[in-house]
């Protein structure tokens, strides 16, 4: 299966000679061996690279249209939306685009949590993801004050003035990003130019994150690792079909919010142009920031010699950064929740918490839904520094099949047969 | 794991359902409107009696500045009476071959001549306060289409007990309840070219979807496209699914 291709065309004999991409597009997505268990939860990540190249394209057509300047901007977005021809498309679709690769990036990181992909030997790969996270957060952040509405504005502000926490050099990493003494024409120019540069680094970051796939395989939902041919399939054709089915799935979710429901994910406010001097009743950054925004909100209190905000905004970045030592925290030795009677609640209690923390990052950070914010913050971190590495040294894991092909196939009885069981549920 | 799916579904539909809220907590009534639904388009007719009440009510005050005169051709207007609605008013061009600025009467590539060269002087001449720009009413606005409607309609006499300060008018749904237009509408407050009886309510589902087109011109083209959209990947996704089932026959 892994023997390398003779090829019969001159031509394409030459080239391979000399530069061999044919041999490595054979290699790695032909003749490449995929568990052959994967369940739908493994099309998100070609959906997420998929949802890359739309928001790349599109982006760089709504730059050719777009003026980023303060007096400009909101006017030549509206002219976009009106006398560009198909802009209105481009820019829905670059707009709810935004919102489509956090559902399909959030759904792969839950799917990775739930079957313990990040675990040895795949810490590099979570880790590369992690990273991926982060400058998707940058970009997308970028990206929302560039329209220039009142949220764009007043979102930026509150965002940027963050930084004037951090001790000593605070203020002076303000001014940089703002390019002056408030968010003003050098903010909104840099953030577009940044907005514009950062996708292609995280293409590159994606590009490390599939070879660092490449040499590790897929992870699937028994966790355990292919020992034999009789494990995989070729990644051509069984998952190029079984991806295409998601991307058609996902383009009727994709297309049905651009088309019927543009505006869903958007705040009515960004359609009023920014105005310095008038601050919207309730600022609230875009769906996909709203778990962190609540971190961010929910220490009121300073702690010994940190003051609050500086408190709630190292938790902020700290919810994101203990992504990075995940695969050290979390003991098991097992890495699929099947086989984990108790982890297998406690990922759902996980999942609940970080809904509670969206829901709460919606609202006003006061009453009882500050302090439902602290609880669920607090837990956020436990699940994290207590739960998993406790988790992994007492609980006992259910037995591991003997082989992917042993439940697949159903030969064979115990825990194989249960978990082809548990696969169709 | 489909768990998460129908919980992030659920909440998605629970947002979905919640009603529009207006600021001060009062939930805005839902109408029937033309352009509501898969495939809903602008009632036209109401569109032209929207103009008439915008160009006789609320353009003494309010711009609708990112409309050009030649997209009423949307409305169902002629090129000749857009060009002779345009020409009614008169715009500042130039400079000329001596360097003076000069007025002429619009073209239908000019925008919608605003009431007001700049805001400071819309300010003066509304007590202070700054009457928005309409382009974008229907957007940008919690409710949309359904808040405006109500703000029209939702005048009344302040409840006992609330203060409204001078120069300022009790309204149901403005966030805050005090709202510096006064009622703008009222019975017979245009005659309509068509014939239809004016009343309060009638100039506001007008008014109201005038402005909504005006905030989204595109919507019709959007919602034929999605149809065609929406055709082609459920066939085509069903075709995928068929192929996938073929392949995988032997798979296991």
């Given at each position: 299966?892994?023997s390398?291709?003779?090829?019969?065309?001159?031509?394409?004999?030459?080239?391979?000679?000399?530069?061999?991409?044919?041999?490595?597009?054979?290699?790695?997505?032909q003749?490449?061996p995929?568990?052959?268990?994967?369940?739908?939860?493994?099309?998100?990540?070609?959906?997420?690279?998929?949802?890359?190249?739309?928001?790349?394209?599109?982006?760089?057509?709504?730059?050719?249209?777009?003026?980023?300047?303060v007096?400009?901007?909101?006017?030549s977005?509206?002219?976009?939306?009106?006398?560009?021809?198909?802009?209105?498309?481009?820019?829905?679709?670059h707009?709810?685009?935004?919102?489509?690769?956090?559902?399909?990036?959030?759904?792969?990181?839950?799917?990775?949590?739930?079957y313990?992909?990040?675990?040895?030997?795949?810490?590099?790969l979570?880790?590369?993801?992690?990273?991926?996270?982060?400058?998707m957060?940058?970009?997308?952040?970028?990206?929302?004050?560039?329209?220039?509405?009142?949220?764009?504005?007043?979102?930026?502000?509150?965002?940027?003035?963050?930084?004037?926490?951090?001790?000593?050099?605070?203020?002076?990493?303000?001014?940089?990003?703002?390019?002056?003494?408030?968010?003003?024409?050098?903010?909104?120019?840099?953030?577009?130019?940044?907005?514009?540069l950062?996708?292609?680094?995280?293409i590159a970051?994606?590009?490390?994150?599939?070879?660092?796939?490449?040499v590790?395989?897929?992870?699937?939902?028994?966790g355990?690792?292919?020992k034999?041919?009789?494990?995989?399939?070729p990644?051509?054709?069984y998952?190029?079909?079984?991806?295409?089915?998601?991307?058609?799935?996902?383009?009727?979710?994709?297309?049905?919010?651009?088309?019927?429901?543009p505006?869903?994910?958007?705040?009515?406010?960004?359609?009023?142009?920014?105005?310095?001097?008038?601050?919207?009743?309730h600022?609230?950054?875009?769906?996909?920031?709203?778990?962190?925004?609540?971190?961010?909100r929910?220490?009121?209190?300073?702690?010994?010699?940190?003051?609050?905000?500086?408190?709630?905004?190292?938790?902020?970045?700290?919810?994101?950064?203990i992504?990075?030592i995940l695969?050290?925290?979390d003991?098991?030795?097992?890495?699929?929740?099947?086989?984990?009677?108790?982890?297998?609640?406690?990922?759902w209690?996980?999942?609940?918490?970080?809904?509670?923390?969206?829901?709460?990052?919606?609202?006003?950070?006061?009453?009882?839904?500050?302090?439902?914010?602290?609880?669920?913050?607090?837990?956020?971190f436990?699940?994290?520094?207590?739960?998993?590495p406790?988790?992994?040294?007492?609980?006992?894991?259910?037995?591991?099949?003997?082989?992917?092909?042993?439940?697949?196939?159903?030969?064979?009885?115990?825990?194989?047969?249960?978990?082809?069981?548990?696969?169709?549920? | 794991?489909?768990?998460?799916?129908?919980?992030?579904?659920?909440?998605?539909?629970?947002?979905?359902?919640?009603?529009?809220?207006?600021?001060?907590?009062?939930?805005?009534?839902?109408?029937?409107?033309s352009?509501?639904?898969?495939?809903?388009?602008?009632?036209?007719?109401?569109?032209?009696?929207?103009?008439?009440?915008?160009?006789?009510?609320?353009?003494?005050?309010?711009?609708v500045?990112?409309?050009?005169?030649?997209?009423l051709?949307?409305?169902?207007?002629t090129?000749?009476?857009?060009?002779?609605?345009?020409?009614?008013?008169?715009?500042?061009?130039?400079?000329?071959?001596?360097?003076?600025?000069?007025?002429?009467?619009?073209?239908?590539?000019?925008?919608?001549?605003?009431?007001?060269?700049?805001?400071?002087?819309?300010?003066?001449g509304?007590?202070g306060?700054?009457?928005?720009?309409?382009?974008?009413?229907?957007?940008?606005?919690?409710?949309?289409?359904?808040?405006?409607?109500?703000?029209?309609?939702?005048?009344?006499?302040?409840?006992?007990?609330?203060?409204?300060?001078?120069?300022?008018s009790?309204?149901?749904?403005?966030?805050?309840?005090?709202?510096?237009?006064?009622?703008?509408?009222?019975?017979?407050g245009v005659?309509?070219?068509?014939?239809?009886?004016?009343?309060?309510?009638?100039?506001a589902?007008?008014?109201?979807?005038?402005?909504?087109?005006?905030?989204?011109?595109?919507?019709?083209?959007?919602?034929?496209?999605?149809?065609?959209?929406?055709?082609?990947?459920?066939v085509?996704t069903?075709?995928?699914?068929?192929?996938?089932?073929?392949?995988?026959?032997?798979?296991?």
């Amino acid at each position: 299966m892994s023997s390398a291709p003779q090829w019969k065309n001159p031509v394409i004999r030459w080239v391979d000679d000399r530069l061999p991409i044919f041999t490595y597009m054979d290699h790695e997505y032909q003749q490449f061996p995929m568990p052959r268990n994967l369940n739908y939860f493994w099309n998100f990540g070609a959906l997420a690279s998929i949802v890359l190249v739309v928001m790349v394209v599109t982006g760089i057509m709504l730059a050719m249209q777009y003026t980023p300047h303060v007096d400009h901007a909101f006017d030549s977005v509206e002219r976009i939306m009106r006398d560009v021809n198909y802009g209105w498309l481009l820019r829905y679709i670059h707009m709810n685009g935004g919102s489509m690769f956090f559902i399909v990036v959030y759904i792969h990181m839950f799917r990775g949590l739930y079957y313990g992909s990040y675990k040895a030997p795949r810490e590099l790969l979570w880790m590369l993801g992690v990273v991926i996270l982060l400058l998707m957060m940058a970009t997308a952040f970028m990206g929302y004050v560039l329209p220039w509405g009142q949220m764009s504005y007043w979102g930026a502000t509150v965002i940027t003035n963050l930084f004037s926490a951090i001790p000593i050099v605070g203020d002076w990493i303000v001014t940089l990003l703002w390019g002056g003494f408030s968010v003003d024409n050098p903010t909104l120019n840099r953030f577009f130019s940044l907005h514009y540069l950062m996708p292609f680094i995280l293409i590159a970051v994606v590009g490390l994150h599939v070879v660092a796939l490449h040499v590790s395989k897929s992870n699937n939902p028994d966790g355990i690792e292919m020992k034999g041919p009789q494990d995989s399939v070729p990644f051509h054709p069984y998952f190029t079909a079984k991806d295409s089915v998601g991307v058609g799935v996902f383009l009727l979710f994709f297309a049905f919010f651009v088309f019927y429901a543009p505006n869903f994910f958007g705040e009515p406010d960004n359609y009023i142009e920014a105005n310095p001097l008038q601050t919207p009743p309730h600022i609230v950054p875009e769906w996909y920031f709203l778990p962190f925004y609540a971190i961010l909100r929910s220490v009121t209190i300073d702690f010994f010699f940190i003051p609050a905000k500086l408190m709630g905004v190292l938790l902020m970045f700290g919810s994101i950064l203990i992504l990075f030592i995940l695969p050290w925290l979390d003991t098991a030795k097992v890495r699929s929740a099947r086989y984990r009677p108790i982890f297998k609640y406690i990922f759902w209690i996980f999942l609940f918490d970080c809904i509670v923390l969206g829901w709460v990052g919606a609202k006003p950070a006061e009453g009882h839904y500050l302090i439902i914010g602290q609880i669920a913050t607090a837990y956020y971190f436990v699940h994290f520094l207590l739960v998993l590495p406790i988790l992994g040294k007492v609980e006992t894991p259910l037995p591991l099949p003997a082989s992917i092909a042993e439940p697949v196939t159903g030969g064979g009885g115990g825990p194989g047969a249960t978990a082809a069981k548990m696969e169709k549920s | 794991m489909w768990k998460a799916i129908k919980t992030l579904a659920g909440a998605a539909l629970l947002g979905l359902a919640s009603p529009a809220l207006a600021a001060g907590g009062v939930e805005i009534p839902k109408q029937e409107w033309s352009f509501q639904g898969p495939f809903g388009t602008y009632d036209r007719a109401a569109m032209q009696r929207g103009l008439q009440v915008y160009k006789e009510v609320c353009a003494g005050c309010h711009s609708v500045g990112l409309l050009h005169y030649r997209n009423l051709a949307d409305l169902g207007y002629t090129a000749d009476q857009i060009r002779a609605f345009a020409a009614e008013n008169e715009v500042e061009d130039g400079p000329n071959g001596e360097g003076e600025m000069f007025m002429r009467p619009a073209r239908a590539s000019d925008r919608f001549v605003k009431p007001f060269p700049n805001d400071n002087a819309a300010r003066a001449g509304n007590n202070g306060a700054l009457p928005p720009d309409l382009s974008l009413m229907a957007e940008a606005r919690v409710g949309g289409s359904n808040y405006l409607y109500a703000l029209l309609v939702g005048y009344t006499d302040p409840p006992a007990g609330s203060e409204v300060m001078d120069g300022m008018s009790y309204n149901k749904y403005f966030p805050g309840h005090q709202i510096g237009m006064p009622p703008p509408l009222s019975d017979e407050g245009v005659e309509y070219a068509d014939g239809t009886k004016a009343t309060v309510e009638q100039q506001a589902i007008d008014i109201t979807t005038f402005l909504t087109w005006a905030s989204e011109p595109n919507m019709e083209e959007r919602k034929a496209m999605g149809l065609k959209v929406m055709l082609f990947l459920l066939v085509f996704t069903g075709l995928l699914i068929a192929v996938k089932r073929k392949i995988w026959a032997n798979g296991h």
